[in-house]
T-cell receptor, first 117, second 112 residues
Framework: GAGVSQSPRYKVAKRGQDVALRCDPI?????LFWYQQALGQGPEFLTY????????KSGLPSDRFFAERPEGSVSTLKIQRTQQEDSAVYLC???????????????FGEGSRLTVL | DAKTTQPTSMDCAEGRAANLPCNHS???????VYWYRQIHSQGPQYIIH???NNETNEMASLIITEDRKSSTLILPHATLRDTAVYYC?????????????FGQGTELSVKP
């Protein structure tokens, strides 16, 4: 499809396990964002990439969270030694940089729901 | 970024107009008002944005008060598919990459 694709859609992990969540942005989109959404809350910003450069990681909650986008396209959010409080939906969004300046429109994927037992 | 205040929830009858208010009394001159919505189990979806003039597109209308301290999103003929959480966000147009800061939003229930 032409939208933002995230995988897996659902992930169950035991506390202490490492997980990796993948995001395939819309082709050609320069900007990529990761958000964390806890149950009943609005999405919270985690990190932002412009091409392969991670320009803002101010929202990452701890050093257990790591994101990368090595070739400026697909991105992976990695969570090490998962804790129960990491249980949330992780949303990825992308935008055409020119489009962002003009409309502020981010295109979101459906998210990856992580449950840590 | 300026903060916004929205009612936690609202109901609307199907076919009637849904008017969703948002207060942003600390908005600054270079900040725009954006509206997104999130249908259950989906990612947020852009609806509309504006600076100081009223805006309309195929989805909704945005009315911004003259002092820009509040705005209203109008869905002219609400349908059951408009049931969602609606987020009002203010941000500078030219911030880095277009990062959005979401609040709690308004949960709109459209009832038959």
């Amino acid at each position: 499809g032409a939208g933002v694709s995230q995988s897996p859609r659902y992930k169950v992990a035991k506390r202490g396990q490492d997980v990796a969540l993948r995001c395939d942005p819309i082709s050609g989109h320069v900007s990529l964002f990761w958000y964390q959404q806890a149950l009943g809350q609005g999405p919270e910003f985690l990190t932002y990439f412009q091409n392969e450069a991670q320009l803002d990681k101010s929202g990452l909650p701890s050093d257990r969270f790591f994101a990368e986008r090595p070739e400026g396209s697909v991105s992976t959010l990695k969570i090490q030694r998962t804790q129960q409080e990491d249980s949330a939906v992780y949303l990825c969004a992308s935008s055409d940089h020119k489009g962002v300046l003009n409309t502020g429109e981010l295109f979101f994927g459906e998210g990856s729901r992580l449950t840590v037992l | 970024d300026a903060k916004t205040t929205q009612p936690t929830s609202m109901d609307c009858a199907e076919g009637r107009a849904a008017n969703l208010p948002c207060n942003h009394s600390t908005i600054s001159g270079n900040e725009y008002v954006y509206w997104y919505r999130q249908i259950h189990s989906q990612g947020p979806q852009y609806i509309i944005h504006g600076l100081k003039n009223n805006e309309t597109n195929e989805m909704a209308s945005l009315i911004i008060t003259e002092d820009r301290k509040s705005s209203t999103l109008i869905l002219p003929h609400a349908t059951l598919r408009d049931t969602a959480v609606y987020y009002c966000i203010v941000r500078p147009l030219y911030n880095q990459g277009g990062k959005l800061i979401f609040g709690q939003g308004t949960e709109l229930s459209v009832k038959p």
